[in-house]
């Protein structure tokens, strides 16, 4: 049996090999029949499913997109004045159509091939730059996944730089509700104590390793935070502040103030309330921490013209390279929402963000006069947008009143209800929250002015780049020119092992900024979320039939956090039987390196497991390491098919192994691409997993982020899978929080719902095969140029193939490295490079990608094939290779002063489709390691641009 031609469905549209003609030119090639065969041949028959995927049946693109309305339609919007760290924006229509919804934005890479990612490196570099004026801290990150888990972040940050003090962790009471819940999480884990405190009154009695505040506190409250902070210090504790970006355009910012750390979110930077996520979170640390801070950092070094350019600083000092002793598990960002919100920052300029909040505040004022005129107690008189008002006995009854208008505000408890303002409130909005309370139209504020010891004197986003594109034309043209800096999806096939840069069809894309999905606040009562909880669960219940588990949770917001989740999960489930002693967490040595680090937050101790020289698990050191451990074995953490793109026929029995000595089986769902329709985790041995719907099931990876890693688990798991941080108390049956939302970033969701429904169970298979012919194809045609590393019993791949360079290296000198930068002369982005084994390239089509551009990537690789020759047998040194000097800039190729041993034509034109349809990269080769030296994490003045 063939791959089925349906040229009617979307199924024919997602998968690019589609022709019979091409899908037996890819067969001949590897020397199959069929692709049934292929199939049978590299999937072990001991972990194939019996049955097909009970999914619906495959819906029409004009069907789906009914069916999203009908959810949407369920689904009620309000103006949204619940606040707790979630607002009601405006997304310039400029950046909504050309950034946040453009294709050339969203299907981007992270910018680990910096000299193709300029442009978004650059509005990053403005996020980082916008963050460290707003905070007063002269060193940002490129963001984090939410506000909560960003403050985890920072206290995880304060006990790895205190050393003189292992003290307890403080959280001002006024913190938000679901960051102490995430802290309080993680920190039961790790086995330090947390203290929730009044810190206007002082700070609490012990040793105090580091100390949060929030400003503006959830109740509104603005206060001098210097005092407290100056006392903290004073006792050898470090100091974070979670402090509004909108508000410090008007107040003192934490690092004048004398914080080390400021967390927050940028979110209500024309980002939408999606639900609760996804949204940019930003950490900024004093001089001194940068080099221990988590998430990626955006810095400034030279190309090999003296050029300057940007890149990823300190891109891979975490995971792949400390594994367990990795200070955080992120691997990923919100680039994309923090792209969103560094084009507002420049939208709007520094006047114009202290106009919008000095409205914020003033409406705040008026609704308090009127409030204050009726009698209505308010808890503080400072404030910046938000009120919290006791209403003795009748919270639920203003509740309800202003619910009655089509207000949302915050119920505290039956006394006590909040009110937060934005930038969208009207003066009607006021008037009808005013009269729900029982006071009557609103007037002028009278009074409630920010005291002056908090009010901000310094001056911020002074460089030009926030105040040039004043109108749209400027702004418009300013996108457009960052994004023809990069490669993104939209323009060439992206084939990064590991990562599955797969088709983000425009259909699946096409929901996400609907106000009935986009403009829901994660806090809004379940009466008005009906279509969203509809869509999410249907979403969890699909991916548990794919999946072959009991349960899935959305919660996790990337990939790393569906690992903690997982993991967590396995702790709860050891403890539950009175199991404390076990925390030993095997990995293989070839594992992604966030598994090992996200085994440490789980309080797990981790024991590497050897690879053998085929690639699979050495089977020797693994026994060996369970019977050593076998009392305190809590799990194993396996990547299915293995990090080496090769399904291990062993995976029973290694799970079996770890089931007979007590321990759980993790899963890594990095490679699902090669399993859905095919192998169900939940059925082959696995206990849990996490999924990663950025990659297998079509979120697009937005420049380095959204992402949505969900963790699925078999029912004796269920009762601790994520639980909702919002609670005081968990709900009796779950685990502890994972992300600061109950569904995570579930303004995306809409995206993996549309595809799987526009794909079918049957469609769901024939993605799955496609990759694995498209995989075996360039394995099977670059095999003789560059050795595939390693292979199944088989001799076949799965769904990508790792190109063994270092023999090719070993005799000319040309590094994977090389062949990596060379291929953007061809219009490519390089496969993932030299993971996971040095000097080697990892290589992943996907199913969306058709003949032609596959062939056009072999093609470009046996071309550079050639030029590798050309430097074994003298035609020039490989200093002097096109491959070194590797890519090629515009203006390099027409400079006048060309003195290299290779021709001009050779350099931009090393096949001749591009004559025709050529891009070239903005900056030469880069040098990382003096960027690394020498950070400038922030924006350069514009003369170093001039020449």
């Known amino acids: ?176 509700p679901q960051t102490i819940a995430i802290v309080q999480g993680r920190a039961e884990a790790l086995g330090f104590e947390i203290e929730i405190a009044d810190l206007s009154q002082g700070l609490p009695d012990g040793d105090i390793n580091g100390v949060v505040l929030q400003q503006p506190g959830v109740s509104g409250r603005v206060w001098d935070q210097s005092g407290v902070i100056a006392a903290a210090k004073e006792r050898g504790a470090l100091v974070t502040v979670a402090a509004d970006l909108l508000a410090l355009t008007l107040i003192t910012p934490p690092g004048e103030q004398g914080a080390d750390i400021a967390v927050g979110t940028a979110q209500r930077f024309g980002v ?16 001194g921490m940068e080099r221990t801070l988590p998430g990626r950092i955006v810095g400034v070094s030279k190309d090999n013209a003296g050029a300057s350019a940007y890149r990823l600083a300190l891109q891979t000092r975490e995971q792949h390279i400390r594994r367990e002793k990795a200070t955080s598990n992120i691997c990923t960002a919100q680039a994309l929402l923090a792209i969103v919100s560094s084009f507002y920052a420049v939208y709007h300029g520094p006047d114009g963000l202290k106009a919008i909040a000095e409205t914020v505040h003033n409406n705040a004022r008026v609704l308090a006069t009127a409030l ?82 908090v009010l901000r004197t310094s001056d911020y986003l002074q460089h030009p780049v926030f105040n040039t594109h004043r109108s749209e034309t400027q702004l418009l043209r300013y996108i457009r020119k960052l994004s023809d800096r990069d490669l993104a999806l939209d323009r060439t096939m992206i084939p990064l092992g590991s990562c599955t840069m797969k088709l983000n069809a425009t259909t699946e894309m096409e929901a996400i900024s609907w106000p009935e999905f986009a403009s829901i606040h994660p806090f809004a009562p379940d009466s008005q979320t009906a279509g969203w909880r509809e869509l999410i669960d249907g979403l969890e219940a699909d991916l548990a039939e794919i999946t072959g588990y009991d349960q899935v949770s959305i919660q996790p917001n990337a990939g790393s956090q569906g690992e903690l989740a997982g993991l967590l999960a396995i702790r709860g489930y050891h403890l539950s039987r009175g199991d404390d002693q076990r925390n030993v967490c095997l990995i293989p040595a070839s594992a992604h390196g966030t598994n090992a680090a996200s085994a440490v937050l789980a309080g797990m101790k981790v024991v590497v497991v050897a690879t053998a020289a085929d690639g699979t698990i050495d089977h020797a050191d693994l026994y060996a390491k369970i019977e050593q451990h076998r009392d305190v074995l809590s799990c194993i953490m396996i990547t299915y098919p293995s990090t080496h793109g090769v399904y291990d026929a062993d995976v029973r029995e290694v799970c079996d192994a770890i089931h007979a000595a007590g321990g759980q089986v993790y899963v890594d769902g990095a490679n699902l691409n090669a399993l859905v329709g095919l192998a169900q985790p939940g059925k082959f041995g696995g206990d849990v997993s996490h999924l990663n719907l950025h990659k297998t099931f079509c979120i697009p990876h937005g420049g380095g982020g959204p992402g949505v890693g969900p963790v699925a688990a078999k029912a004796h798991l269920a009762p601790f899978m994520p639980g909702d941080a919002n609670k005081a ?71 990508e193939c790792i190109l063994d360079l270092r023999e090719l290296t070993a005799r000319t000198g040309v590094t994977a490295e090389d062949v990596a930068k060379r291929l953007m002369d061809f219009g490519f982005h390089a496969p993932t490079l030299a993971f996971p084994v040095a000097g080697t390239l990892m290589v992943e089509p996907t199913e969306s990608e058709d003949l032609a551009e596959i062939d056009r990537f072999i093609d470009a690789m046996i071309t550079i094939h050639a030029e590798i020759e050309q ?32 021709p001009r034509e050779q350099a931009a034109f090393p096949v001749p489709s591009l004559r025709q349809d050529k891009y070239f990269p903005p900056v030469g080769r880069i040098d990382g390691a003096a960027g690394d030296r020498n950070l400038v994490c922030s924006c350069p003045p514009l003369e170093d641009f001039e020449n």
């Not at 999203?68 to 009620?76: C, D, E, H, I, T």
């Not at 050795?787 to 199944?792: D, M, Q, R």
Request: with cysteine; hydrophobic share 45%.
């Open 729 to 799: 108390a968990h709900e009796a049956g779950h685990g502890v929080a994972i992300s600061a939302s109950r569904f995570g970033s579930a303004g995306v969701l809409p995206i993996s719902w549309a595809y799987v429904k526009l794909m079918g169970g049957a469609g769901l298979t024939e993605a799955t095969k496609s990759a694995l012919l498209a995989a075996n194809y360039v394995a099977s045609r670059l095999n003789e140029f560059f050795p595939v590393l390693y292979t199944g019993e088989s001799g076949l791949v799965a769904h």
């Open 1 to 176: 049996m063939t791959i089925q031609s349906l040229p009617s469905t979307f199924a024919d549209r997602h998968i690019g090999a589609r022709r019979q003609a091409d899908i037996d030119t890819m067969l001949k090639n590897i020397g199959y029949d069929s692709v049934d065969g292929l199939v049978d041949t590299a999937v072990p028959a001991s972990i194939r499913q019996e049955n097909p995927l009970l999914l619906t049946a495959a819906l029409s693109e004009v069907e789906v997109l009914a069916e999203l309305r009908r959810l949407a339609a369920k689904n009620k919007t309000a103006v949204q004045m619940i606040g707790q760290g979630y607002y009601d924006t405006v997304t310039p229509p400029v950046i909504r159509r050309n950034v946040l919804e453009a294709p050339a934005w969203y299907t981007a890479y992270t910018p680990y091939q910096p000299e193709i990612s300029q442009g978004r490196l650059e509005a990053l570099l403005n996020f980082q730059t916008m963050v460290q004026d707003l905070t007063a801290l002269p060193v940002a990150n490129a963001s984090l996944l939410d506000e909560a888990t960003a403050v985890a972040e920072a206290v995880l940050l304060m006990r790895r730089a205190n050393k003189k003090n292992d003290g307890k962790t403080v959280l001002d009471a006024d913190c938000l």
């Open 871 to 902: 430097v074994a047998s003298g035609d020039f040194t490989v200093e002097n290779s096109p491959l070194r000097n590797a890519p090629h800039t515009a203006a390099a190729v027409v400079s006048s002063s060309w003195d290299r041993s290779y």
């Open 272 to 287: 939408p309330l999606f639900f609760g996520g996804p949204h940019a979170a930003y950490m900024a640390v004093r001089t």
């Open 372 to 453: 204050r005129a009726a009698g209505r107690e308010l808890v503080s008189d400072s404030f910046f947008d938000t009120l919290t008002v006791r209403v003795p006995g009748k919270a639920t009854k203003v509740i309800t009143a202003a619910e009655a208008r089509g207000i949302n505000l915050r119920l505290i408890d039956a006394d006590t209800v909040g009110v937060s303002i934005d930038e969208t409130t009207t003066a009607a909005t006021l008037s009808a929250v005013a009269v729900a309370f029982g006071a009557g139209p609103v007037g002028d504020a009278a009074g409630f002015e920010l005291p002056e010891a």
